[in-house]
């Protein structure tokens, strides 16, 4: 089973530059987050979606645009990259809609640097 | 909003000492997860607690889940070389307008030292 695809793996962009982080999964899953990874900040949630069609956004949303067509793909958008969006990108599904009590699985990331 | 807290922030421990990192939310959460990160690597899940006061074990890790379902602590005994990395916990919030948001604490990086 592939999982969670996250790409690409690294990425360097100049400020002011947009591109978009994919995300897959080949679970089913309904559940699709992604979530950045600063040193001493953990994990902290961009946006969210509970299923098609539906998003929502998380504790770091500004910067970033996301949308659900299918169940399968997640995609995070940089409208105009920033230095301070320089992170560890990591996206990550589950079985569970809104309860969320089930257990997330995480694709390897994206390591995103802006100049 | 919601906070999860994880302290300590860092531990260094010679390898065979024990080792605890505990968690605290600021609202009630409906259950915890425990997730270990290895270095360079994703985030694996370890772990759901669910019930208030619950226990679980897996080999030399306990996991408690507090009365008030607002904390938990993660204990390693006997800790191995093969335990270094990150271990979060998260949890969404019981109730309210939150739901679907898992919120992360930062995390204790454990190191063991042969």
């Known amino acids: 089973n592939a999982g969670v695809t996250q790409t690409p793996k690294f990425q360097v962009l100049k400020t002011g530059q947009s591109m978009t982080l994919q995300c897959a999964q080949d679970?089913?899953?309904?559940?699709m987050s992604w979530y950045r990874q600063d040193p001493g900040m953990g994990l902290r949630l961009i946006h969210y979606s509970v299923g098609a069609g539906i998003t929502d956004q998380g504790e770091v949303p500004n910067g970033y645009n996301v949308s659900r067509s299918t169940t399968e793909d997640f995609p995070l958008r940089l409208l105009s990259a920033a230095p301070s969006q320089t992170s560890v990108y990591f996206c990550a599904s589950s079985y569970s809609g809104w309860q969320n009590n089930q257990p997330q699985h995480f694709g390897d990331g994206t390591r995103l640097s802006i100049l | 909003g919601q906070q999860v807290m994880q302290i300590p922030q860092y531990q260094h421990v010679q390898e065979g000492e024990d080792f605890t990192t505990y968690c605290n939310s600021s609202?009630?959460?409906?259950?915890i997860q425990w997730y270990k990160q290895r270095p360079g690597g994703h985030p694996v899940f370890l772990i759901q607690?669910?019930?208030?006061?619950e226990v679980k074990k897996q080999k030399r890790l306990t996991f408690q889940f507090g009365e008030a379902k607002k904390n938990s602590s993660l204990h390693i005994t006997a800790t191995q070389t093969t335990d270094v990395g990150t271990y979060f916990c998260a949890g969404p919030r019981a109730g309210g307008t939150s739901y679907g948001k898992l919120t992360f604490g930062q995390g204790t990086i454990l190191t063991v030292h042969p």
């Open positions: 609202t009630t959460l409906s259950n």
């Open positions: 679970m089913n899953h309904e559940y």
């Open positions: 607690l669910v019930k208030s006061g």
